[in-house]
């Protein structure tokens, strides 16, 4: 355990006694509770049981508090429900917007500080710096607003007809159960990938087509779910400028270890991204 280091958010230091979660431990509480086993068992070591899921000293107390409580709102309010029952709505405060931005910042900030974003160059280099610039000004309460890099929230219900072509056949399984965390990049944006069992939230480092999003951006206050069609979110997904068309030309830096992740569920796209695996 490091003596001393700074608050990857706040920037003070602190002496840290606690490990900080990156995916929020109430998705791996959940995805626990539903397994038959009640034991995670992901990757190539199917036999070795998982721990849940990536853990580092990176968050002071008054940060790790500040997130829990947006954490267990949303926990409470909007996923716990959802798994439960799909058909399930409500309106949401500004603790669902803070909770997106707050697991967004998480994954990206992460990723910088364990030099995982090498593959980012340019224009897309200098959007990461001002995302999580923006986002941690966000989450800190020195500005009430996002910009361009906002957070779109793919809600998964229904089953995807796989004799699709090129729909694998695992896909249900994959977008229901997997979590999943990604920094994406292509020529055409770059994007925060966090899969929290069936809840998709992609949060825009550079994005120029906003337009290509609808329904999905989550906002201060509004509805949930914020897509009303079911095969909105598929065409959000698998369409045209859509995630799965965006990966087929970029990299991204990816956490799937047998240790703490699920196993990756192949998409027709996967073969196309180079992930780094630690
Ligand atoms: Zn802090």
Known sequence: MPNKQKCALCAVEYAPTELSHIVPKFVYRWLKATSATKFMRFGPKMNQRAQDGIKDYFLCEACEDSFEKHESKFASDIFTPFVQDNCHTADYGEYMLKFAVSVSW?????????????????RHAVAVTDTLAIWRDYLLNKTHEIGNH????????????????????????YLRRAIEINVGVA???????????????????????????????????GQFPLLLRRNSWISSLCGAGG???????CQSASWKTSKYHTR???????????TKHF
């Open 150 to 173: 906002e957070i779109h929230l793919l809600p998964m219900s229904g089953v995807i007809d796989h004799s699709s072509a090129g729909v694998p056949e695992n896909i249900n399984r």
């Open 106 to 122: 998480r994954v990206l900030a992460y990723a910088q500080e364990n030099g995982l974003l090498h593959h980012f160059r340019g």
């Open 243 to 249: 995630w799965l068309n965006l990966n087929r030309n």
């Open 264 to 274: 990756r569920t192949s998409t027709a796209s996967s073969s196309r991204i180079h």
């Open 187 to 221: 020529n055409t944006g770059a994007f925060t990938y966090c899969k929290l069992g069936p809840m998709i939230f992609i949060g825009l480092i550079h994005y120029p087509e906003l337009a290509h999003w609808q329904k999905t951006k989550i906002n201060k206050s």
